[in-house]
Each structure stands twice: as C-alpha cells, then as structure tokens.
C-alpha cells in the first residue's frame, strides 16, 4: 500500500468507508454501447450490490450514460470517454444528463468517422469546445499504452503541452492500467497541484468494477453534489490494478464470446 494523501494506492473497501458516510463511485466504466459486455441493467444492479456509484464513460457513445440516468437508487454521473483525432483519450463529466447530451450531439457526433474509432477532431480543440458547458475534463491514463495516453502524445510532440495544461484535472489511477504507468500518474497528478483528482477502474467487465474508486467526504446521494465535490477537491482516490491476465482478457481486441462472459461472471 502507498498512501500520498488524496491518492491511496490499494484495493479499496467501499463497505469501510461507507461505514464512516463516505460516498464512492467508479468514475471510468464501459458498457456495451462501446467496448465492454454487459448492459446497463446490470451494471447498476452491480452497483447498487457493492454499494458504490458509477459513471458511464463509452467512447464516443452516450446511450449507456442516458439509461443509467434514469436510475433512483443508484448514485450516477453522466459522462463520456471521447478519443481525439491524436488517438488519446478524455473523459468527460457533467452536472446533468441535459448538459451531455447537448455537448454530444454537438461537439461529438457531427465528428465521428464512419471507419476509424477516432474523432475528426483535435484533443485541444475538444477541451476547448467543453468550457461553455458545466463539466469537468480529465486527462484520461496519462501514460497508457501508445497513443491513447495523452503524456505520450505529448512527448512525441503530437500534442502540445499547453494542451494538456487545459484540463481540468488527471485520473491519478486507472484499475485497468499496469502499475508503472499508474505510478507516473499519480506522480503527475501530485506535481500538478490544484487540479482536480478522479479515479476509476476503466472496467469492462464485472470483475473490474470498484478496483479503483473515487470518494467524496461525505454522504451524497445526488449528481450534483458529488460533482460538486470533484470539482472543489473535497475528494480522494483509492485503486489497484486488475491481475493482468483479467486484464488482457478482458481489453483484448478480440476476445472470444465465451471468455470474456466467463470472466465477467467470476466477478459476481
């Protein structure tokens, strides 16, 4: 375990900290609207099982943010994944469904390309089109593999520094990610002080909801006021990596049918 404050590396217990009127939300998980396996039904039904919130960030895709909006008794925040034109990847979040339903059916899906998982515009030009709605942009994995880490576009000089200065915070772990680069994350995120901090397991499967979480100080049952505590950095981080054979299985590009179910269900 490595404790740096806001950012606790370690499996975290959401039940212990419930205890204590901590609220907790996986703030990076995929449904099948994109890249992951189950339907939204039963990711809330997850959910609600393990007594955490979530966030449905598919790339590129709203609908599975839209139906879980719907959702009572499950803590959500609207949200989206969105893979620039450089190939990294943003997330997104925003105080109300309305807000990213406008931000996409104008920013977003006017540039979706017909054969290519990119969008037909730059990362820098996304982050700026977000400042006239209410939502928070984060650097998602900063240094994930390839391209889709925007600290490698960087470096490559595929994107400009300043850039990635105008997000508003960084996803200081992702449970899907390997430690190392992790690790450079959380490094990135305490050196950039007075940004905003999230965490999430970039799940695809069962098994990897709740492997990182992000926690607000206090009981919230409401988007809006956890958001609010994103936003005023009344928040820490608390993950761990997937194993890495779950891992692989699970983010493959073309897993098998029969191995990715089978993986999901061992996270029951």
């Not at 975290?12 to 996986?26: E, H, Q, S």
């Not at 820098?124 to 650097?139: A, G, L, N, T, V």
């Not at 490094?187 to 979480?213: P, V, W």
Request: glycine share 8%.
């Amino acid at each position: 375990m490595s404790n740096f404050g806001k950012i606790i590396h370690d499996r975290p217990d959401p039940g212990l900290f419930r205890k204590r009127g901590i609220t907790a939300v996986d703030m990076h998980f995929h449904s099948r609207y994109s890249d992951g396996v189950n339907k939204v039904r039963f990711i809330l039904k997850k959910a609600r099982q393990k007594g955490i919130g979530v966030c449905l960030t598919d790339h590129n895709v709203i609908r599975g943010s839209m139906i879980a909006s719907r959702c009572k008794d499950v803590l959500t925040i609207p949200g989206i994944e969105v893979t620039a034109k450089e190939g990294c990847h943003i997330l997104f979040y925003f105080y109300s469904i309305r807000e990213l339903e406008n931000f996409y059916y104008t920013n977003i899906k006017p540039k979706k390309a017909k054969t290519s998982p990119f969008l037909r515009i730059s990362a820098e030009e996304i982050i700026d089109r977000s400042r006239r709605y209410s939502c928070i942009s984060i650097m998602a994995h900063p240094y994930a593999i390839a391209w889709t880490g925007m600290m490698n576009c960087v470096r490559n000089g595929v994107i400009r520094p300043e850039a990635a200065k105008k997000l508003d915070g960084i996803e200081a772990i992702t449970g899907s990610n390997l430690r190392i680069p992790n690790k450079r994350s959380i490094e990135l995120a305490l050196k950039m002080k007075g940004r905003m901090i999230t965490g999430g397991s970039d799940g695809h499967i069962f098994y990897e909801m709740g492997h990182t979480l992000t926690f607000a100080k206090e009981n919230i049952d409401n988007t809006r006021d956890f958001f609010e505590a994103v936003a005023k950095r009344r928040v820490f981080v608390v993950g761990k990596e997937t194993k890495f054979l779950k891992k692989h299985l699970a983010h493959s590009t073309k897993p098998t049918t029969r191995g990715m179910y089978a993986l999901n269900y061992m996270g029951k």
